[in-house]
Structure formats: C-alpha cells, structure tokens
C-alpha cells in the first residue's frame, strides 16, 4: 500500500496499466476528503452495523413481530420539490457497470431518462474495475471521455448507485481500519463530480441499496449535508432514490422517506433481493419456506402485490416518485439462437410492466438497450404526463402480516436447476471480474444470485419436497450431483481452458460453501468480496504489492 500526504490514509498502488488513471482519481486532495468524510462518519455506520446485528437477535429470539412502524404518517410533510429532469423517471438503464467502458459509454447515447451507474449489484469490487469506474464516471461528467457524447446535459442522468453498507473497500485504509464500501465510493464520486453535476443541473443524484432502518438513511441525509457544506453547494442539491428491497425495511417505509426527505427523490422496489431478504430474515422457519421462484414468485403473488402497491401510496402522498424494478429480459446477442422471436421477448416484457405501470408506479429499469424504444412506446401509449403522483392505490386491506404470505406451491427440478446455474455461474463471473453474465435471455446479477442461493440453502435446510420426482426431497448431496452435471456439460460447451476450469471448481466449492452453512450467510456479495480467493486472485491478476 502508498502512503497519502495525509498520514491517517493508506491506499493500494495502481494497478497495472492504470497508473495515470488511478494519479487523476486519487490526488491529496481527494484522499484529504476521503479521510474527513469516513473519520466524520464511521462511528456512526459502525453502530447502524451493530444495530442490524441486534435485529437479527431479536427475529432469532422470536421478539419481532410484523408491524408497520412508522411515527412520521401522523405529520404533514412532503419532500422537497424535485428539480426538473427528475420529475420524468419513466425509463433507467440498469446495472451498468461504469468499469464497463464500452457498455457505459453506449448507454450515455440511450433515449433514456436514467442510467444507473452500479458500483453495487451489476458491479463486481476488483481494484482495477474501482479504479476504472470512478475514472470513467470523473471523465464523462467532465465530458472527456472518450467516444462520449459532446454535450453532457444532453447524457441521461447519471444515478450513482455506491456500494451498500455491508461491503468493505479492502484496498483503502483510515485510521487503522478498512473504508466502508459505500463510503469509500460516495467520497471519490462527490468530490470530483458534485460541483460539475450542480452546476450543470444534472445532479449528483444516487440510488442508496439495501437499507434496513430508517435511521441508515438518517445517516446518509446527514453525510448529504455535511458534504454540501464541504463542497459548497446549495442545501438539498444531492438527491437519493431509496431501494427497499429488505423486508424490514417495508415496515418503516413512510419513517425511510421523511428521514430523508431534504434529498429524496422517492422509493424503489424490486423483486429479488426483497424476497432473498425475507429469506435472510426468517428462512429457517418451515412457514417462510418460498417455493420454486421462476414458477411461483413474481410481482403479481399477493406479498409482493402489496408492498408495490405500499410503496407508491407513501411515495406519492408525499410528492415522492415510486419507481420499479429491473426488466432482466434481453433479446439474443450474437450468434444465439432463441425459440422466442424479439418481438416475443419484447412483449413479454411490455406486458409484465404494464401491470406495474397501472398499479401507478412513475418508472422502472430495463438492461437491454435494444428495447429502449419499445417500451419509450409503452410508455407513451400509457401515459401521457411526467409522472403518476396522482394515483393513490387502495392500502386499506394491506396488514402487516400480508407482506409475509408467502406464496404457495413446491420446488421444481426445473428451478433448482436453475437456481444452482444461476448461483454457481455469478460467483464464476466474480472470479473473473465482472458483476453481471447472461444466461437463457436475461441479464443476471447479484439480485438474482442472492435469491438463488439463499433457495437452496433453505430447501437444503428444509428438505423442500420436489413436487415432479417422487419421494425426493432437496439434499446437499442431491444439489452436489446436479452441480456435477452442470460442470461436465460446461467443460463440453464453453469452458475449455485450465484457468477457467480451475475458477469454475474454484465457484463450485465456494457455493457449497455458501449453502452449506450452519447459520444464513447475510449477503453473497459479502462473502465473495471478503474471501481470500477472490482478493489473492485479483491482487494476483493485478501485479498489486499486496498479496493478501
């Protein structure tokens, strides 16, 4: 590691090739920042931790119980007004991956109202992709990156989505401690780009991931201010979208939104990580046992029904935007062959964001940039204003416990299959350094992973019953065999050489790992990120100083 001019800072050399790239981001300065925002802070993120901690003891022991919580609903309050360009967030790209230069910069072209520029879930934390993404973010916000649009007010917004609070930076340390992933991020995005982004109207505007509690996002209002105050820019100019995709987090949803409320843009719910959660949260209980996802989970089951229709009831009484999650469909790429046509795939995904779009929801997310026209139509056949603030669903048959119905139905071989791929494939893709990999026509991600693995953990845990093999229950042994098979036909199919076998063994024994475990591991991402084979692979790779 280098020593900054500011002793209290240690941060890992270049990595190779990246040496004028890395001088750009990390100037004293720069670190100067870094060090006063996280000695400023960590304390307190240190105590949100502990805090997480407590709850988890608390639903273990059996003394939580599902109620809405939420001491702000009895005020009168409304966010701040959202500036302009925010009031139109019908279309987002999702999971980009700004370490992704060629991906990043085609998406800058998009006719879209938002990019979200992912160092989370489409984002995988090697110290070369770190690097690359604060560089590449820095220099379209400047407008010198290469191959970008000329005018940068012409870009969609740039939603900057930093790591959430689970995930450590390993390769920066202040005083004496490894940086909080989040804070590592938010520190480098803010203090080269905040003052271009305000001064051009285009932000800085962020996505704040799996918060639990509203007072995670008491927190970040506070860093929100304090650093308005460092960089001197008007109060209120930094605006977050808040994803609830935690299931504690649907009991405080109206708390997260007031506690925010000088910088919110609104709440955003997704599918995956919120059903994973419930998992994370009461998975070892045989009543939360959740059924096959790819045949009986989606956002017409009552669970989530409900909480989509939660979510905008409270954004848009308080002048918030509701937005949706991610449209995962993509149509075939290359040479692939696909049994459905693109009009198919198109229309599957239209159909599917209708029923999203007339429960009131003002936006959601698609990946694939080939479909950004078809649903700027759906769009346009839909609704003819910026947003549905106006709509209002019918809340007053949604309890506490309804958000915990857990769907009824079995587990599949199909969807265990598809479960130990998805799972199995996404820690192989870490391996090699990228956050997302496509797979039978969808882009996925650490989302879909998450809700992967912690399925086979719980049939595992359970011995779920699979309702189309007779008298067989889901074993670890059962998992391992399928596993095997996976592998073998891998091998025949795409992954020939040594290395990648050996990362796809490496993948194998990692996951068995993961679903294996005596208690719940909380986030894959964390667990990969904090592993030694990952970080000795990657340090490896780089050449870096530290073998760790």
Not at 210 to 229: A, Q, R, S, V, Y
Not at 378 to 391: A, G, M
């Amino acid at each position: 590691m280098t020593n900054s001019k500011n002793g209290d800072i240690l941060i890992e050399a270049a990595p190779q090739r990246l040496e004028s790239v890395y001088k750009e981001i990390f100037t004293d300065e720069a670190l100067q920042f870094l060090a006063q925002l996280v000695s400023q802070f960590d304390p307190e993120v240190d105590q949100l931790l502990q805090n997480r901690v407590k709850r988890k003891l608390l639903i273990q022991e059996g003394k939580w119980t599902p109620e809405f919580c939420n001491h702000s609903e009895s005020l009168e309050w409304t966010i701040d007004a959202l500036p302009e360009r925010l009031r139109n967030r019908k279309l987002d790209l999702g999971d980009v991956s700004p370490a992704n230069t060629v991906h990043f910069t085609d998406c800058l072209y998009a006719n879209v109202q938002g990019i979200q520029v992912d160092f989370d879930d489409g984002h995988c934390p090697t110290w070369r992709n770190t690097v690359q993404g604060l560089f590449n973010v820095t220099r379209a916000v400047h407008g010198k990156l290469q191959g970008a649009p000329a005018n940068v007010q012409a870009y969609p917004l740039l939603m900057l989505r930093p790591r959430a609070l689970n995930m450590i930076e390993h390769h920066c340390i202040v005083n004496g401690k490894e940086v909080i992933g989040p804070l590592f991020d938010f520190a480098m995005l803010m203090y080269h780009n905040a003052r271009e982004m305000a001064n051009l109207g285009i932000g800085p505007y962020l996505y704040l991931s799996k918060i639990e509690d509203p007072t995670e996002t008491k927190l970040w209002n506070k860093i929100f201010t304090w650093t308005e105050n460092q960089l001197s820019l008007p109060k209120g100019t930094i605006k977050a979208c808040v994803l609830i995709e935690n299931i504690l987090a649907a009991y405080c949803m109206e708390d997260i939104l007031h506690s925010i409320r000088d910088h919110a843009i609104g709440l955003n719910c997704g599918i995956w990580d919120y059903s994973a959660s419930i998992i994370a949260k009461f998975g070892w209980k045989s009543e939360f046992l959740l059924p096959d996802r790819n045949k009986y989970v989606n956002m017409g089951q009552p669970f989530l029904r409900k909480y989509m229709r939660l979510l905008i009831n409270i954004c848009h009484k308080r002048g918030a935007l509701a937005t949706g999650g991610m449209a995962a469909k993509i149509l075939p790429r290359g040479k692939e062959k696909s049994v459905l046509t693109d009009e198919d795939i198109i229309e599957s995904v239209k159909m599917a964001k209708s029923v999203e779009i007339d429960t009131g929801i003002d936006g959601f997310m698609i990946y694939d940039l080939r479909m950004v026209d078809a649903i700027n139509d759906l769009w346009d056949s839909k609704l003819h204003c910026e947003n549905q603030l106006n709509i209002l669903p019918n809340i007053n048959r949604i309890t506490a416990d309804s958000l915990l119905q857990i769907p009824q139905g079995g587990v599949t071989i199909e969807g265990l299959n598809n479960n130990i791929t998805v799972a199995l494939l996404f820690i192989y893709h870490w391996l090699t350094g990228s956050g997302v990999f496509f797979l039978n026509g969808s882009v996925e991600d650490s989302a879909t992973a998450e809700i992967s693995r912690s399925q086979l953990w719980q049939w595992i845990r359970m011995g779920a019953a699979l309702e189309d093999r007779e008298n067989t229950i889901v074993t670890r042994m059962l998992v391992y065999q399928m596993m095997d098979k996976i592998i073998s036909a891998a091998y025949r199919a795409w992954c020939i050489t040594p290395a990648d076998r050996k990362r796809l063994l490496s993948a194998k024994y990692m996951l068995l790992d993961i679903i294996s475990s005596r208690h719940y591991i909380e986030y894959i991402t964390t667990h990969l990120n904090d592993s030694h084979k990952f970080r000795t692979l990657h340090n490896k790779n780089d050449g870096l100083m530290a073998k760790l």
